[in-house]
Nanobody, 117 residues
Framework: VQLQASGGGLVQAGGSLRLSCAVSGRTLSGYTMGWFRQAPGKEREFVAAVSSSGARTYYADSVKGRFNISRDNVKNTVYLQMNSLQPDDTAVYYC???????????WGQGTQVTVSS
């Protein structure tokens, strides 16, 4: 199973980015998918997750109302739309997929998001 994250970059505060995570090696449907991030000197933290059907979404308080997670099970891809970005959102963003026991067993390589003030 491979997860390939893309879409990161440099953006000014208040701007937007859309991250994508393409999954190969297994079908995306049936598993919860999530996004995490890790800023320099900090631990990795949860950002958002979407249920297998896409009907339920979950967000960290710090991104609620600004970020939107979605998925396309036909394209085997998960997205993270990030709006009103702030310098505190600067981090490496990772997509992750749940395994059969409900843990995040599969991880992408990460994509850098840098927000300038």
């Amino acid at each position: 199973v491979q997860l390939q994250a893309s879409g990161g970059g440099l953006v000014q505060a208040g701007g937007s980015l859309r991250l994508s995570c393409a999954v190969s090696g297994r079908t995306l449907s049936g598993y919860t998918m999530g996004w995490f991030r890790q800023a320099p000197g900090k631990e990795r933290e949860f950002v958002a997750a979407v249920s297998s059907s896409g009907a339920r979404t979950y967000y960290a308080d710090s991104v609620k109302g600004r970020f939107n997670i979605s998925r396309d099970n036909v394209k085997n891809t998960v997205y993270l739309q990030m709006n009103s970005l702030q310098p505190d959102d600067t981090a490496v963003y990772y997509c992750a997929g749940e395994g059969p026991l409900g843990n995040y067993d599969y991880w992408g390589q990460g994509t850098q998001v840098t927000v300038s003030s």
